[in-house]
């Protein structure tokens, strides 16, 4: 069970948008830690997709974007790819665990 | 460009132990918080154990404490985990990462490609 929980699936067809939601709670989240996402393809490691809520690292294409509000996240995909058939899991921290780092239980996204 | 590249996985017996390494390069070593996150296939992503820059300072993850031991040497760029008393839970993919941020809080900005361990009798 992880401390954040995401949808298991999302699907949408190419060109259209879809999100991905990331749920906390007030010592994460809600506590005013940042979230993060990341994008694994399949047999890939993960990357860095969104960092501190709203940030693309170089090199990722504005289609993604983050917004964070209350104990809550999303990532959102416009003009949806093919190439962007993969796994997403957001990240935040916890104040109530050493070590503070928690990830959400990850999202295939599948692109019809 | 930064490079991590870890080594040592493979496949043990219940109480096994084995020693991942994880070569850097590309950047400053020494000025990072460096981590250990693990994935079991086909499962999410779960924190192992985070080190400071210096390895002065560890934290490992309730369900590994005592047993896998996080430790890095900056001469060497290099980023190690000692696994003890390994179970057949610890079977994971483990990514050594390179944390940015601060005051506690990181996020990982470059991932490994990640070495299977296995442990099964």
């Known amino acids: 069970q992880s401390v954040l929980t995401q949808p298991p699936s999302v699907s949408g067809a190419p060109g259209q948008r879809v999100t991905i939601s990331c749920t906390g709670s007030?010592?994460?989240?809600?506590?005013?830690?940042?979230v993060y996402w990341y994008q694994q393809l399949p047999g890939t490691a993960p990357k860095l997709l969104i960092y501190?809520?709203?940030n693309r690292p170089s090199g990722v294409p504005d289609r993604f974007s983050g917004s964070k509000s209350g104990t809550s996240a999303s990532l959102a995909i416009t003009g949806l790819q093919a190439e962007d058939e993969a796994d997403y899991y957001c990240?935040?921290?916890?104040?109530?665990?050493?070590?503070?780092?928690?990830f959400g239980g990850g999202t295939k996204l599948t692109v019809l | 460009e930064v490079q991590l590249v870890e080594s040592g996985g493979g496949s043990v017996q219940p109480g096994e132990s084995l020693r991942l390494s994880c070569e850097a390069s590309?950047?400053?070593?020494?000025?990072?918080?460096m981590y250990w996150v693990r994935q079991v296939p086909g499962n999410g992503l779960e924190w192992v154990s985070l080190?400071?820059?210096?390895?002065?300072?560890?934290i490992s993850a309730d369900s590994v404490k005592g047993r896998l031991t996080i430790s890095r040497d900056n001469a060497k760029n290099t980023l190690y985990l000692q696994m003890n008393s390994l179970r057949a839970e610890d079977t994971a993919v483990y990514y050594c990462?390179?944390?940015?941020?601060?005051?506690?809080?990181?996020?990982?900005?470059?991932w490994g490609q990640g070495t299977l361990v296995t442990v099964s009798s």
């Open positions: 990462v390179r944390g940015r941020g601060g005051s506690g809080r990181y996020y990982f900005d470059y």
């Open positions: 590309g950047f400053t070593f020494n000025i990072y918080w």
């Open positions: 080190i400071n820059t210096d390895g002065s300072s560890t």
């Open positions: 007030s010592s994460n989240i809600g506590a005013g830690n940042d």
């Open positions: 501190t809520n709203t």
């Open positions: 990240q935040s921290h916890d104040n109530s665990l050493s070590g503070y780092v928690v």
